[in-house]
Every structure is written in structure tokens, then in C-alpha cells.
């Protein structure tokens, strides 16, 4: 779980393998806010000599939380295991620095300019998005680039151990044996049926567990809200908009539309002045003035071969492929028309539009229309806004901005942190509902920007602590878990009685599933049965292995009868060098954590 919250809390450390380009920290300005390791504070743990303070500890916690991965009631918990991952970073990054492992601020630099959270459309590093993402995230630059230092230094560490190990020929071949190895088995589900009498709960046990599992049937803290909406969409809704106006519009788009284009081109060199090549060209206008084909024309005068015999189709173009003004002359055409003689450095040109890369107006009237609306609606939609943002500031409640600014005052049910349905779902919400100002000061919250078209402000009209249901309240779940434990304690005894009974060499009347040659990855089988297939000892001649499996979702019987050996493939057995180099690394970085443990003065306060 910690690993986890690590690797969402710090999702731009987790992606610095890359490398590339320099920059000078000069991009990034006077640090003015503390940094991760630049604080005071109490001490929470000391290890080696070396301190964690308590501000250190608080930081990374609250990146946790700030990531949205983990909640808040959960904080204290979480402590804990913060501190836990802190002092094994920190034994780590002792060893990397004592065995001489180095980052330069040039080798920092190349990282962070070539991350792709950081730079802008073009691919260019932006230091705005830097500040803004690390803000988002919790970082400062400074304790970012810390943070980073760490991350690449342990990194550093952890490849030379993986690269250094190694695994034996033979026994990459025994794992490719037990990867490749197939297994034909039986198997049959235990459910409730199959139970001599159903289980009964009693009252006795429905208390015990209750007690036991108290914090299973805690009610969240939970507010009920009042809140208004203004919604451009909406308003954009009650504007007609002309047709007059949507044809413009759409043949407006239509002159940046990409286009089908054809040409004749006539070029002018040492055998043909330019005189002579605007004269030819002059006679094929004349022609095309008569009704001749432009298609038959490029064949006769073009000089361009590639597109004469096509009628001079060069295909769909977009702006920029020949030139300012060829592009001109091109994009100024509707479809059917022919432009006058246009000189480019390859020669002159009649152009002609075949047609349009554009949706017909009738696809996209509606479209177009409400985009218009939109537009027409923008400044009353800001006007709205900022008069919203004037009264709920100063009004102490939420029902007379809504009468004031003629907006639907809309009441939520009871929830929680988690969210609700609809609006109450989209993100910063019940950040803002459960914000001090809201919740403890009984503020009108900040306008909340949902998306480009809605603008929000909510008001906490009821708060009700976080609670242990009564036991009465949650009777019937208490129950259905008291008896699924049950039932599936009575299913493993059966198991494993049955177990026995065919180990014994009884036969006995169960619904078998027969299993044919299964692998390891079996997909039609459930995963559980064929990994605890794989777990039962190999048969002996034609000895049949008995064995049982349960979790949460069913309880199940196993006859496994035979094992053999699989075919070899190139693809199993690349998978089987992957995981053997995997595990041998895995196996050598845990050994050093293991031993820097054992082995370090750790002081926890």
C-alpha cells in the first residue's frame, strides 16, 4: 500500500528514466518556500546520527493526501508506514553516497527539461507548468529537485545490483521447466447446497461481530449542501441563431478546410521565357472559358508529369504544402472554380478545387448553431460569473444570491467526502464543501470552475460528525457477513473432509470439471483453482493428488492426475529469463535493505 501511495504522491519522480537536453536552474527562479529537507521541527526518527523531523514527515504524508489517492481519515494511520518507507529511503541513499554514486546538477537538469509533464504542446520545456505541477503535487522546485536527486540516486543503486547479479544456466532451465509445465486436473465448487443443514446466526454472534468490526459500519462524516449553477450551455440554449449566420459560419471553416486541388503547371526556362509560358497559359483559360475539361487540358499542357495523366489531382492539401501563394490562390477557391495564373518557384500554375475536406452544412448545422450561441452568450455568461462571485462573498446565505441572480438553489442528500452523483461528483467539490472556510465558518465556498461552461458556489446547510451505526441500523449487513464467514468456514471443513475421505480411496458423487493439459495462464479457469492446481505435488504413476483451495468467492475441491512437460516456445521462454533476472534483482535489493536494517542505528520517537 505505501508503495503505492509513494509512487501516485510523487507521480513525477516515478518517470525520470529519460535524459537529454541542459538547461541552468536559472529557468527556475529564487526558491522562497521551505524545502523538503530544509526544515526545523521536532525529531521523529534518527537513524545513523542522521534526523527525520516531524515537518518532514507531515510533508510527505500530505502528499499522500493531496494525491486524491488516499483519504484523510486515513492519516493517521498512515504515519506510520510513511516514517517506515522514510528510514529505508534514507539507509539506502547513505549507502549510494557512501559507495561513491554521484548526480551532477547538469544530470538533474537533463531529467526534469525532458519530462513530458513539463513541457508545453510543442515539446519545449515551460517553466510555468513546472511551478503549477509541482504546486499541484506539493513540491516546491527545490524540494523537488531534492526529491529527484534521491529517487535517481536510488535508482542508481538498484541497477547496479540488478545488473551485477546473475542466474545460472540451469536454473533459468528449471524455471523454464516449471513455466512450461502443463497440468490436467478435476475440480469441483463447494457451494451452500452441498452443506448438510445451512449455517444459523445468533444473536450472540451478530453482537460479536458488530463489536469486533466496529469500524465497518461507521457512517463518514457527511454534509448536506445548498448550491447554484450558472451554465453557459444553458444559456446558450434559449438564443436563436440565425441561418443566415450558421451558412457564414460554416463557410468560413470552409476556407481553412483541407481541399482537393488539381493544376497545370507550365514552366518556363532556357526553351520558354516566362512571356511564352503566361501566353500558353492564357489559351488554356480561354479553352476553359469554352467548357473544355480541365482534366483533358492538364493532359495536353502540363508540364508537370506526375499529375498530367490524373488530370492534374495532387491530392487533399492542407496550407503550408506549396507556398504562401499557391495557398493564396487555393484557399481563396470554392470547389468547381479555377484560380488566375499563379507563378511558385517550380513555374506557373492554374489551379482549380475539386473539393472539400468538410462535412456537408446539414451534418453540422446543429453544431455550428450552438457554437454560435455560445459565443453570443459569453459576455452575459461572464457578467453572471463575476456577479455571482460579488454577492455569495458577502451574502451570509445561499438562497437570496439564487433569488437575486435568478438560479435554481439546488439541494443535495447527505454526503460524504467521497462525493455524490452528478455535480457533486466532479473534481475540487467536496474539496471545497469540506474546506474550513465552508464547513467550519459556514461560508459560501469560492466560485468552483467545473469545466469551461459551469461555474459553481456550494453552502454546507447540515454537518453531522462521522458515527458508528447502530447495531439495529445495520442488522441485515452484520448478518450477511456473519454468515457468508460462516458459511465459508463450514465449506473448508467440508473440503477438507472430503479431502480425506478421497485420500482414503472412497469415491465420491461430485459434479468433477475436467481440466485438459492447463497452463499456468489458463484463461477459462478460474485463477485461484489453477494456481492451487500448480501447488499440489506432483502424482505418482497414476496416483491422483487430492487438494483443496478457498477464498473470499468459492471454495473448491481439486483432483489433480497428471503432469507434464510443456512445449517450448520463444515466447515462454523470454518471459522465463525476464522473471529469473527479475527475481534474482528483486531477491539482491531486498537483501541489502534486509541487511542496512540489521545493521543501522534507528531511533523512532
Not at 449566420?245 to 478546410?257: F, M, T, V
Not at 454560435?372 to 463575476?386: C, H, P
Not at 533476472?581 to 545493521?599: M, P, S
Amino acid at each position: 500500500m505505501l508503495q503505492s501511495i509513494r509512487d501516485r504522491s510523487r507521480s513525477w519522480g516515478a518517470k525520470i528514466i529519460v535524459g537529454a537536453v541542459v538547461v541552468t536552474m536559472a529557468l527556475f527562479g529564487v526558491e522562497s518556500l521551505v524545502g523538503l529537507f530544509g526544515g526545523g521541527g521536532d525529531e521523529v526518527a534518527k537513524i545513523n546520527g542522521e534526523t527525520i523531523t516531524r515537518q518532514e514527515l507531515e510533508m510527505e504524508v500530505q502528499r499522500a493526501i493531496r494525491s486524491g489517492q488516499v483519504p484523510p481519515e486515513q492519516e493517521r494511520a498512515l504515519r506510520g508506514q510513511v516514517l517506515d518507507e522514510m528510514i529505508g529511503e534514507r539507509l539506502l541513499l547513505a549507502f549510494a553516497e557512501d559507495g561513491g554514486l554521484y548526480l551532477s546538477d547538469e544530470q538533474l537538469d537533463q531529467v526534469i527539461v525532458t519530462l513530458p509533464e513539463f513541457q508545453d504542446q510543442s515539446g519545449r520545456f515551460d517553466t510555468d507548468l513546472f511551478r503549477n505541477r509541482l504546486a499541484s503535487a506539493g513540491f516546491t522546485p527545490t524540494s523537488f529537485r531534492a526529491a529527484l536527486r534521491v529517487d535517481l540516486k536510488r535508482q542508481q543503486l538498484q541497477q547496479g545490483l540488478a545488473v551485477s547479479d546473475f542466474v545460472l544456466e540451469s536454473e533459468r532451465e528449471a524455471l523454464a521447466s516449471l513455466q512450461r509445465q502443463v497440468r490436467s486436473f478435476r475440480y469441483h465448487t463447494l457451494s451452500a447446497a452441498d452443506l448438510a443443514e445451512p449455517v444459523q446466526v445468533s444473536e450472540a454472534e451478530l453482537e460479536a461481530h458488530y463489536q469486533e468490526n466496529r469500524e465497518s459500519y461507521q457512517r463518514p462524516e457527511q454534509v448536506r449542501l445548498e448550491y447554484v449553477i450558472v451554465d453557459r450551455q444553458e444559456m446558450a440554449e434559449q438564443v436563436e441563431v440565425e441561418e443566415e449566420a450558421i451558412r457564414q459560419a460554416w463557410e468560413e471553416r470552409g476556407r481553412d478546410a483541407d481541399r482537393r486541388v488539381s493544376h497545370i503547371m507550365v514552366t518556363f526556362d532556357g526553351e520558354r521565357s516566362r512571356d511564352e509560358a503566361i501566353a500558353r497559359l492564357e489559351e488554356v483559360r480561354e479553352r476553359l472559358a469554352e467548357g473544355e475539361s480541365f482534366d483533358e487540358l492538364a493532359l495536353e499542357y502540363s508540364d508537370d508529369p506526375s499529375t498530367a495523366e490524373q488530370g492534374g489531382d495532387l491530392g487533399v492539401i492542407s496550407r503550408g504544402f506549396f507556398g504562401d501563394a499557391f495557398d493564396e490562390a487555393a484557399f481563396a477557391l470554392a470547389p468547381g472554380q479555377v484560380s488566375s495564373i499563379v507563378e511558385t518557384d517550380n513555374g506557373l500554375h492554374l489551379i482549380k478545387v475539386t473539393g472539400l475536406d468538410q462535412a456537408p452544412l446539414e451534418e453540422v448545422r446543429d453544431d455550428i448553431a450552438r457554437e454560435l450561441a455560445l459565443d453570443q452568450v459569453a459576455d452575459v455568461f461572464n457578467r453572471r460569473v463575476q456577479a455571482l462571485i460579488d454577492e455569495s462573498f458577502a451574502a451570509d446565505d445561499l438562497a437570496s444570491v439564487a433569488e437575486s441572480q435568478e438560479l435554481e438553489l439546488h439541494e443535495s442528500e447527505w454526503v460524504s467526502r467521497e462525493g455524490g452523483d452528478g455535480v457533486l461528483s466532479e473534481p475540487g467539490v467536496m474539496s471545497e464543501a469540506f474546506s474550513k472556510d465552508v464547513l467550519i465558518e459556514g461560508f459560501n465556498s469560492e466560485v468552483i470552475e467545473l469545466d469551461e461552461d459551469r461555474r459553481m458556489v456550494l453552502r454546507v446547510a447540515e454537518h453531522r460528525e462521522a458515527t458508528v451505526l447502530p447495531l439495529d441500523e445495520v442488522r441485515d449487513r452484520v448478518a450477511a457477513s456473519v454468515e457468508q464467514r460462516k458459511q465459508r468456514e463450514a465449506l473448508l471443513d467440508l473440503a477438507r473432509e472430503q479431502v480425506e475421505r478421497l485420500r482414503a480411496g472412497e469415491v465420491l458423487e461430485l459434479d468433477w470439471q475436467q481440466v485438459e493439459r492447463a497452463t499456468r495462464q489458463q484463461a477459462d479457469v478460474p485463477q485461484a483453482i489453477v494456481q492451487a492446481a500448480f501447488r499440489l505435488p506432483r502424482p505418482e504413476g497414476d496416483e491422483t493428488v487430492f487438494g483443496h483451495t478457498g477464498n473470499q468467492e468459492r471454495v473448491t475441491v481439486i483432483a489433480l492426475d497428471s503432469v507434464e512437460p510443456g512445449e517450448a516456445d520463444e515466447q515462454t521462454e523470454a518471459f522465463v529469463a525476464r522473471m529469473a533476472e527479475q527475481l534474482r534483482a528483486q531477491a539482491a535489493i531486498q537483501g541489502l535493505r534486509n541487511h542496512l536494517r540489521e545493521t543501522a542505528e534507528v531511533e523512532r520517537y
